[in-house]
Nanobody
Framework: VQLQESGGGSVQSVGSLRISCTAS????????LGWYRQAPGNECEQVSM???????YYADSVKGRFTISRDNTKNMVYLQMNSLKPEDTAVYYC???????????????WGEGTQVTVSS
């Protein structure tokens, strides 16, 4: 099982970025998928998740700006990020079976992460 993020980078405030995650070694079709992020000195934050059935969840901090989607035929999950803010700067991790409990991030599988930097 492997998750590989791509598409991170640097962008100016109010800009957009799309990050992707390619899964290999298994089919994502029956998996809940999600994105976590962690900034230096901060705790892990659940950003968004999408269930195997397509139901979505967004943290209040990104609601209305970020959109999660999945393509089971390509074994990929995406996070479209619009109206980016400097406080969105973090390493973003693609995960399977996310569970956010007691302020801590749990998941079955994790990618290595991709850095997103938003400058003001």
């Amino acid at each position: 099982v492997q998750l590989q993020e791509s598409g991170g980078g640097s962008v100016q405030s109010v800009g957009s970025l799309r990050i992707s995650c390619t899964a290999s070694g298994f089919s994502i079709e029956n998996s809940d998928l999600g994105w976590y992020r962690q900034a230096p000195g901060n705790e892990c934050e659940q950003v968004s998740m999408i269930s195997s059935g397509g139901d979505t969840y967004y943290a209040d901090s990104v609601k209305g700006r970020f959109t999660i989607s999945r393509d089971n035929t390509k074994n990929m999950v995406y996070l479209q990020m619009n109206s980016l803010k400097p406080e969105d700067t973090a390493v973003y991790y693609c995960v399977t079976e996310p569970t956010f409990d007691g302020g801590r991030c749990y998941a079955v599988d994790w990618g290595e992460g991709t850095q997103v930097t938003v400058s003001s």
